[in-house]
């Protein structure tokens, strides 16, 4: 029996919630087609314009994903649960780990579109690390794409006078990646701050990651501090697909 706030709820949202607890329940499973908007039609009792509006919501949610000329079916891909403070943890790129090591478990990942080159930082990375006027950085562009989907873009900046003629400046970095070659330039990573907001996608960002229309993104910023008064030395701006990720900080009182 529907209850007052129910029957308060616009129609689509109705809608829109009786198909989100069929995915939960695993009623409508990950690669599922749903009914079709006739159909809702009926079921409902209601027009096209609020079933499309129902499916929506499913689709900004990251539910769901529509095939042109074929329908709408319920996200086969599993998000990742990214675990920021782990997979920051010195021991895990201290020794010779990725910190993807740290969410991955057994899924596949593919790092392409690899560019690094001198430059000069984003307005952002340029605050963040204190650099002085034209000061030069190394700019490590590059995609992560998980289980055969596009996952994360991330660009890293990094003061040329650190890193000038070390692994950093070469597309593979070695074990442990850039973390662990600023420790062995001097600079050891001590402490880490992330800032975290969302948006929708720039036209670049949403071909890049392959997003459906109404997909946001979440972009998370980081700076690495060194040992030596806890100086920045690097920035690292991502633009990850909000429906491909659970953001997860486990940590003590």
Sequence with gaps: MATDASRREPKYQRIANALKAEIRSGALGAGSRLPGE?????????????????????QSEGLTEARK??????RAFQPLRRRGIQRLASEQWGSGRSVWEADLEDRDLVVDQVEVR??????????????GAGESVWIRSRRFVLDGKPVLLSTSYLPASLVAGSAITRPDT???????????????PVHFREEIRSRMPLPEEASKLSLPAGTPVML?????????????????????????????YDFDA
């Design 38 to 58: 006739n159909d809702l039609m009926a079921q409902y009792g209601v027009a096209r314009m609020t079933v499309r509006q129902a499916l929506s919501v499913l």
């Design 174 to 188: 070695g074990p442990g990646g850039v973390y662990a070659r600023l420790a062995e330039l001097g600079h050891k």
């Design 220 to 248: 998370v910023c980081r700076t690495a501090f060194a040992e030596e008064d806890r100086r920045p030395v690097e920035v690292n701006e991502m633009v990850l697909d909000a429906a491909a990720y659970v953001l997860e």
């Design 69 to 74: 000329g074929v329908g709408v079916f319920v």
């Design 118 to 131: 001198a430059g000069t930082a984003s307005e952002n990375a340029v605050r963040m690390l204190g650099l």
